[in-house]
Structure formats: C-alpha cells, structure tokens
C-alpha cells in the first residue's frame, strides 16, 4: 500500500466543481490520490466535517518589500497569507526602487526567495526596453497605474497619455502576458473633487476624496479607452479595481466580442459598510460610500462571470498613515488596508448568506487568477499532479475578527469588529502544513518563484451572461 507524506482523512474535498467526501494523499509536493479508500501516510490529519478548497490565489498583494518594509515585506506578509489561506500571491511594482526593470525584478525575485512561506510572482511596470526580458525571467506580467498622485500612487509607474499606453500594450502584447491596469483619470478625479466640495462642504475633505475617487465618469472614460486600446493591439487587458457600472457595462460587451479582456473586484470598495466607514474612518476608504445598487452590480458581475477575478488588494500602511487622510491632506496620506488573512473568512461569510456559492468563489479566487497568471492547473485546482496547495475551512466556524492576533506587520484589520462564519484552520502549500488552527507554523523562505506554465492561457472560464 503506498505511504503517503500526508494524508487529509475525512473531509469534504471540492474537486471538479464540487465536494465530494473524500481522502486526499499527498507526495512530493503534489496531490497524488483522491480516494474513498482509507489512505496511509507519514503524517495524517483527521478533519472530519472540515471543506478542503484549492489554496487562494491572490494576484494583487502589495508587499512593500524592498523600500517600505516598515509597513509589510515579504516574511509578514507571507504569514499573513499563510493565516488567511492564501498559497500564492503576485506582488505589484509600486516599491523602492520600482519594480520597472530585469535587475529589479531580479533582486526582488530573491528578496521573496529569501523570505516569503508561500509561493509567489512579480508584477513588472512595462518599460519598453525590459519588457521582453522580464517575459523571459518568467515575470507574471505587467502593471500600470493610470492614478498618479503621492505615494503610493508613484508617478514614475504612472501611465496616463494614450499613446504610451498605446505602445505600452504593443510590447506587452509580444509576450503573451497580461497587463494590468488600474484605471483613472486625474483631470476628472481633481474635478470631481471641487465639485464634491462644492456640493457638499460640511464633509470632512476625505469623505470628498473618497467620493470623487469612485465616481463613475472616472473609470468609464478610462476603461473605454484601455479597451479600445487593447482591441487594437490584442493585448491581454486585466482590469482592476472595477466597481463602476460603466466599466462592467464596457468589459461584459467585450468579452461577448470575444475579447481577452478581463478583471478584478477589489473588496475594500463593495464589502465595507456605511456603518464601518463611520465606525473606523480612513481606514476602510473608499468602503461604504458606493451606491447599494453600484455594489448589487459588482456582486452580480463577479456572480456571473463578468468580473473574473476577487484579489485582495492587500495594501498595508501604517494606522498612523492611513488616519493623515482624516487630519491633513487626503492627496497627500496613503490610503489602502491589510486584506491577505481576514478577506477569505469575509468571503466565506457571503458563501453561508447565500450571496455567492462556494463554486464561484472558489473560481474567482483561486481557479481563474491561476489561469490568467498561466499556472492553472499546477495551481488554482485539487486533481491528480497539481500542487498540493490546500485551504482546511470551517464553514460554521464563527469568531469576530480584530486586530488583536494580525500577521501583518501594521498590525491592524479593516474588519475590526466583524462578526464572521467561515474561517480557515489549515493551510497546506505544496504539501507542507504552514498553518494549522489559526497559528502559521511555517518556515519563512519556503515558498518557490512560480513562472506561467504557458503565455497563453485559456482564460474565458465562463460565458458572461
Ligand atoms: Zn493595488
């Protein structure tokens, strides 16, 4: 009888689109058998009435490291995700010296080598020259900003004239990897800004802030663009940060045409309430000030294929700098909040409220970022060969989730206070337990660069309805 290195023994297992009680044996590293048979192995876990789902794979996380590393880097944010079941993430470029070049990418390729527990890829801001070169180093892809402003909105990786863009996305299109992009346009932003003010200005200037960064007519213009853009040049355009109605509206008519175009949900703007926006302030920013049928929207769109991707948007600053927003200059202070641990028993607690089925979360956030990144189905998937990157969940466990017990470095939540059913209790990455009832365990340097298996992936996972 094969010895397995470790067996998960009485669980339910999602695996081909649903849960099936079942054994799982693991073997260097890999998923090697899904039985109903009794399976022996070196080390067994027994988690009788636990759901086992594919490791979260998160591809929008901003690590910090190097050059901010006192905010997060890339051990803390390693645990975090370990804590919060996510096996895989892929870091953004806006770090110091930007992620905009082969020797950057390098040196942060051994930076997260070095100490990162789950397994990780880089996002490269597309400078002509190191684009093709990035591809060959086995980069994830590409990242541009198109809102420019303070830190972390770093100028030197922003991208708002057309014709850049446009030759931007003709190199990036060569090399068969996506390009995201994060929409905006500033002249809008700034007046929407005065207009807020104007409108309204017995708010504090941050509640302006907030409301003009999300308003509609600022990501309309700019997806509609993007797109065309990408229509010309047939790149594959990822969109993130998408709430606004227009931009659902644009991206659902081009994925209908055909189009490789696809997109994120960023939690931060539809999850949060109003009641939390007044209870905690800057630090949930921009949540709770989107329309209750702009937020039906996004929830219908990721429901039906239309928004492919749920990342976590994991943008750590310290509280300090986060509540500078609420007492100088919002245009100055960064905002942005921890999301790596907390944002998948959040999500699980839509799952038990019937707002979204086990099946489409796990789609949106495992299943389709490992095939837009091009390593589906090493990742993002329980079968026979993948990676044995697990999340152990409790459907019915329940606790209220604060800052107290945070891995990441900041050391605070943006779901202080909530009251969640859902939480995971084991994460496994590449067969090794990393964590194991709440306390990560596993050792920081541990997780593996992991390059697209392939440049061009199957990423049309569902007919948009
Ligand atoms: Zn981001």
Redesign the pocket.
């Known amino acids: 009888m094969t010895n397995y290195d470790l067996v998960l023994e009485g669980a339910r297992i999602f695996t081909g689109g649903e849960l099936v009680e079942a054994n799982l044996g693991i073997s260097e590293e890999k998923i090697a058998a899904i039985s109903k048979d009794t399976l022996s192995g070196s080390r067994t876990l027994r988690i009788p009435g636990k759901t086992v789902l594919p490791g979260i794979v998160d591809m929008?996380a901003?690590i910090r490291d190097p050059g901010y590393t006192y905010k997060e880097d890339f051990e803390t944010a390693g645990r975090a995700a370990a804590a919060g079941g996510v096996t895989m993430f892929v870091d953004?470029p806006n770090v110091e010296p930007p992620t905009a070049s082969l020797e950057t990418f390098e040196q942060k390729k051994k930076i997260a080598g070095a100490k990162s527990m789950v397994d990780f890829n880089h996002f490269v801001f597309p400078t002509l020259s190191e684009v093709q070169k990035v591809a060959d180093a086995g980069a994830a892809g590409f990242k541009i900003f198109m809102v420019r402003g303070a830190y972390p909105h770093d100028p030197r990786i922003a991208v708002e004239d057309h014709g850049t863009l446009y030759r931007m996305f003709a190199a990036v299109q060569k090399t068969g990897l996506p390009c995201l992009v994060h929409p905006s346009n500033m002249s809008l932003f700034e007046e929407f800004y005065k207009e807020h003010r104007e409108a309204e200005p017995n708010d504090k200037e941050y509640i302006s802030f907030g409301k003009a960064y999300i308003e509609e007519l600022i990501y309309g213009t700019s997806v509609s663009v993007l797109v065309m853009l990408a229509k010309k040049t047939g790149v594959r355009l990822h969109l993130?940060h998408t709430h606004s109605t227009m931009a659902i509206e644009i991206l659902r008519k081009a994925k209908k045409e055909g189009y490789d175009i696809t997109a994120q949900a960023d939690p931060k703007y539809f999850i949060t309430t109003e009641e939390e926006l007044h209870r905690l302030g800057a630090l949930v920013l921009p949540g709770g000030l989107l329309a209750k049928e702009r937020v039906e929207t996004v929830w219908k769109a990721l429901n039906t294929g239309v928004i492919d991707v749920l990342a976590t948007?994991h943008?750590p600053h310290t509280k300090e700098e986060v509540n500078r927003i609420m007492d100088e200059d919002p245009w100055k202070a960064p905002f942005g909040c921890p999301q790596l641990e907390h944002y998948l028993s959040v999500f699980l607690t839509e799952v038990n409220n019937g707002r979204m089925s086990l099946d489409q979360l796990v789609k949106v956030a495992s299943t389709n970022p490992a095939k837009i990144l091009g390593v589906f189905p090493r990742k993002g998937a329980i079968q026979v060969g993948a990676d044995a990157d697990l999340v152990v969940v409790d459907m019915k466990g329940q606790k209220v989730l604060t800052s107290e017990k945070v891995y990441s470095k900041v050391g605070w939540t943006p779901y202080e206070g909530r009251k969640v059913t859902g939480v995971p209790v084991a994460t496994v990455r590449r067969g090794e337990v990393i964590m194991e009832n709440g306390e990560v365990i596993g050792k920081p340097g541990s997780g593996v660069f992991v390059p697209p298996l392939n440049r061009k992936p199957a990423v049309r996972s569902q007919e948009p309805q």
């Open positions: 929008h901003h953004m993130v948007d943008a």
